[in-house]
């Protein structure tokens, strides 16, 4: 089944302490980009990847890292967690080709980060 | 910059209602047009979409035409039902980054559905 995961479904931690939000999808897409949803605001870009080692900032990027070392997963890293990160993340992918601007983008299930 | 402006919600309706959810878009270059749903506790899924002037995306009863002399993208239904009930956010992913496949949502208007 065609599908992008995200680990942990649910998070709660504290100031500072490092986290990673895996994400993983299987349908060989170039790009993958992680978003966080707060009340709102919609959906507001953190990162991006065109494919494997490019990736850049997108709306919100400030207290976020991410890397692409393998084409299939973008793990979304928090270094030093704040409670204003406190929101749900998803993670997403599509082909993302040039040319190919119409195509679908697909959503992982969504992570609820509480930052105490 | 490129913007989308959707009603804001909650809107909530009876059963068999007609439904019209407005959205807007600031735009350079020819977008394509989305709107995704949210189901409660799950991710964005693609409802529909419209890739050029005129086009008309329809999917599970829901329609929306891309009308650009007012630059709108409204979501219409004849006749909801309660597992219509969800968040629904209109999107568009402008030409100038069909490179980078960047997506501008809208906030989102939540929609319930009374029995």
């Known amino acids: 089944e065609a599908q992008v995961t995200q680990n942990p479904r649910y998070l709660i931690t504290v100031t500072g302490k490092k986290l990673t939000v895996t994400c993983s999808q299987n349908?060989?897409?170039?790009?993958m980009s992680w978003y966080r949803q707060d009340p709102g605001l919609g959906l507001r870009q953190i990162y991006y990847s065109m494919n494997v080692e490019v990736t850049d900032k997108g709306d919100v990027p400030e207290g976020y890292k991410v890397s692409r070392k393998e084409k299939r997963n973008f793990p979304l890293i928090l270094e030093s967690p704040s409670p204003n990160q406190t929101s749900l993340y998803f993670c997403?992918?599509?082909?993302?080709?040039?040319?190919?601007?119409?195509?679908?983008?697909?959503f992982g299930p969504g992570t609820r980060l509480t930052v105490l | 910059g490129d913007s989308v402006t959707q009603m804001e919600g909650p809107v909530t309706l009876s059963e068999e209602a007609f439904l019209t959810i407005n959205c807007t878009y600031t735009?350079?270059?020819?977008?394509?047009l989305f709107w995704y749903v949210q189901y409660p506790g799950e991710g964005l899924q693609l409802l529909l979409k419209?890739?050029?002037?005129?086009d008309k995306g329809s999917n599970k009863g829901f329609e929306a035409t891309y009308r650009k002399e007012t630059t709108s993208f409204h979501l219409e239904k004849g006749s909801v039902q309660v597992s219509d009930s969800a968040v629904y956010f209109c999107?568009?992913?402008?030409?100038?980054?069909?490179?980078?496949?960047?997506?501008?949502f809208g906030s989102g208007t939540r929609l319930s559905i009374r029995p």
């Open positions: 999107a568009l992913r402008s030409s100038l980054y069909s490179s980078a496949s960047k997506i501008i």
């Open positions: 419209a890739t050029k002037a005129d």
């Open positions: 735009a350079t270059g020819y977008p394509s």
């Open positions: 997403a992918s599509s082909f993302g080709s040039k040319g190919r601007g119409t195509d679908t983008q697909y």
């Open positions: 349908m060989n897409h170039e790009y």
